[in-house]
């Protein structure tokens, strides 16, 4: 019971050390003590995940980044540290799903799913590779190329 007490009140320290941290990082005044700032550091020094491993929670995930969820392979948008409630299917703004070389072309329903320049996709019997970063538009459109 003592072990999870002492568990107990180094989180708490955590916790206000990032806290304080934060506030500092908005510009209010906060007394940032060397302890603080160690205690601080501790919360985000994590575990990396590997490029093509299986995702889990609990690790760090660099943008670009590849895991391997429910049988698809998801890219990184963003840095961060995952967690059980923010799985690649779940969070769409953190991960996008790796497509296929020429697979149909989908309506992206944002900028997190667009097509990046160099995608492929096969749409109305013909191969497409877009031209253009955060590429929403449908092939024929706006910044896409048949390719023969």
Request: charged residues 25%; glycine residues 6%.
């Amino acid at each position: 019971m003592n072990e999870l007490k002492d568990r107990l009140k180094e989180i708490a320290r955590q916790l206000r050390a990032q806290a304080a941290l934060t506030a500092r990082t908005a510009g209010w005044e906060v007394a940032l003590t060397p302890e603080l700032v160690n205690a601080a550091a501790s919360t985000v020094a994590v575990a990396e995940l590997a490029d093509g491993e299986s995702w889990r929670a609990g690790v760090r995930a660099r943008a670009g980044q590849k895991a391997l969820f429910g049988g698809k392979t998801y890219v990184a948008i963003l840095e961060h540290i995952t967690q059980d409630s923010w799985t690649p299917e779940a969070a769409a703004a953190l991960w996008k799903e790796e497509r296929e070389a020429f697979s149909p072309w989908v309506q992206p329903m944002g900028s997190h799913d667009a097509y990046a320049s160099g995608d492929r996709v096969s749409h109305l019997n013909k191969r497409w590779e877009s031209l253009v970063d955060a590429n929403v538009w449908e092939p024929g459109v706006y910044g896409w190329k048949e390719i023969q």
